[in-house]
């Protein structure tokens, strides 16, 4: 059975017109970014690819962004995009290595097993020559029967917990001058800072050129932060978005996290109850 994290640009090239192969565009981005993922993909894509807008396939009526939908709402949804939970999964974006993560997580949370990432994502891709369309995909509808892990889903009573008794290492890839309550949170509402007894391990630098950095530099990047990732982890963000690109990197390593804070950052520095740590 194919299953790996990644998938090299000649694989999938290969591999395009393949009936149970499905390539997902996740190309989102921060406000500050300044980049419209939606936008970027009507403008071009991988022929064949479709869009996965986390802001739609979401639990739209929680106050926080794009938290997971419910595995029925995603079943139906991604069904409809003409993918199914047998499919092999491949899935970029146009940052590189960003929002890709995110989907990638969602989907085996929702009970996908054949899920990869595109190395070097779109850039990549692109840089190469390989093929790129802005025609509209077309794919026939298919069947997601959803399998949902929910101990991969950690909300805020679990990371109070963690935290209470140091149960699982809570590791924030926000950048550092957020993590320190130094830089502003792009989200307004927000205090600024870190919750007390939390590491950070700053999403870019574990990725280089829309890529995982090497095994050896990714274990560096942990210890150096204080984590032992032979113990329990559990990722979290801004918003729930980087913290998979910590996910993806342990998976790499062979030490799966324990769990991602869906709520994240979003959450915690929204609320009065929750303590807030600076420096």
Request: glycine share 8%; hydrophobic share 40%.
């Amino acid at each position: 059975m194919f299953n790996a994290l990644f998938v090299t640009t000649e694989w999938l090239s290969n591999h395009l017109n393949d009936p149970d192969v499905s390539i997902i565009d996740a190309s989102w981005y921060l406000p500050t970014m300044n980049r419209d993922g939606k936008a970027e993909y009507a403008a071009g894509h991988i022929p064949g690819s479709v869009h996965f807008d986390i802001d739609a396939i979401a639990d739209t009526s929680s106050p926080l962004p794009h938290m997971l939908p419910t595995p029925e709402f995603f079943a139906d949804t991604v069904g409809k995009m003409g993918i199914s939970d047998k499919d092999t999964i491949v899935i970029y974006d146009g940052a590189g290595l960003f929002a890709a993560a995110r989907v990638w997580w969602t989907c085996r949370v929702m009970g996908a097993t054949k899920v990869s990432i595109l190395e070097g994502g779109a850039p990549k891709w692109r840089a190469e020559g390989k093929a790129w369309t802005d025609a509209t995909t077309e794919k026939p509808k298919k069947t997601f029967h959803p399998s949902f892990h929910p101990a991969a889903v950690a909300d805020l009573p679990a990371i109070k917990q963690a935290l209470e008794k140091h149960a699982a290492q809570i590791v924030d890839a926000r950048p550092a001058e957020r993590f320190r309550g130094e830089a502003p949170e792009p989200r307004p509402g927000l205090a600024s800072g870190h919750m007390p007894g939390s590491y950070n391990v700053q999403f870019s630098d574990i990725v280089t050129n829309g890529q995982l950095k090497p095994a050896t530099e990714l274990r560096e990047a942990f210890t150096k932060a204080g984590v032992n990732i032979n113990q329990p982890i559990i990722t979290s963000c801004g918003s729930g978005v980087s913290a998979a690109i910590l996910a993806l990197a342990l998976e790499s390593l062979g030490h799966p996290a324990k769990a991602l804070y869906d709520g994240s950052w979003a959450e915690w520095g929204a609320r009065t109850d929750c303590d807030v740590m600076k420096g």
